[in-house]
């Protein structure tokens, strides 16, 4: 066991772990074999909260986005724990987010990875200054490191600052991105690629589809989309 790993065990003997969610204490290390992926930072009642969703796969009259695969409906606890980590600065939260990636990328059934690039959708500068980092990104670097693929943090770009999706109507929403809130920076480096562009949680389904858009214009043969969370 390395060092940082010995402390960290110390550290839980002294202070066991609480749930990320309901700061409940999680069972205390001499209580047996340690939890595993998102049980690790969630507690039993937490964790029964999760809503997990079959892949679901969207098709556009467009034809642009190949389809959506998402892990969880966005509902319960994630419908706190999520805005909390983009919005708030909870960076505590970002290993249960990533452990609930892993937990939907390997889930029977799940859709297996072909795409040759993972890609993020990207925040513009101002949202990214704001905000301190991508949270896309991240859930596209776990993507990647359980399916495998390129991650490419700077081949899109969001040259055009708009309001938050979560702030509109379904109506609003559906207008509020065109063709010319993103740019592809290399397009040589998406013609002939595969494609799987990553989000935190579809609603409409309208970002992923402006976003596939312009990475098929500039070539990608397939886009296909990933998503932590959908709603309902």
Not at 68 to 74: H, R, T, V
Not at 131 to 136: D, E, I, K, L
Not at 140 to 145: G, H, N
Request: charged share 20%; net charge positive.
């Amino acid at each position: 066991m390395t060092f940082p790993a010995l402390v960290g065990s110390a550290l839980d003997l002294i202070f066991p772990r609480r749930c990320l969610s309901c700061t409940a204490f999680l069972k205390h290390p001499l209580a047996g074999p340690p939890e595993v992926g998102f049980g690790a930072w969630l507690c039993a009642a937490c964790r029964a909260g999760l809503e997990p969703c079959d892949p679901v796969r969207l098709s556009f009259p467009s034809g642009d986005l190949d389809g959506i695969a998402s892990g969880y409906f966005y509902a319960g606890i994630l419908e706190k724990i999520i805005p909390a980590w983009k919005y708030h600065r909870r960076y505590d939260l970002s290993p249960l987010i990533l452990a609930l990636c892993r937990d939907a990328l390997a889930r029977p059934g799940f859709p297996q990875g072909d795409a040759e690039l993972v890609v993020a959708v990207p925040l513009s500068r101002r949202s990214l200054r704001k905000r301190g980092f991508n949270q896309s990104l991240l859930i596209a670097e776990q993507v990647a490191a359980v399916q495998g693929g390129q991650v490419s943090s700077a081949l899109l770009d969001k040259v055009v600052e708009t309001p938050r999706q979560a702030t509109l109507d379904r109506k609003s929403r559906l207008q509020n991105l065109d063709h010319g809130v993103f740019r592809v920076v290399n397009p040589a480096a998406v013609r002939g690629r595969r494609v799987l562009l990553c989000d935190d949680v579809m609603t409409t389904g309208t970002t992923l589809k402006v976003a596939a858009a312009v990475l098929r214009r500039s070539g990608a043969v397939a886009v296909r989309g990933f998503t932590l969370a959908r709603v309902a």
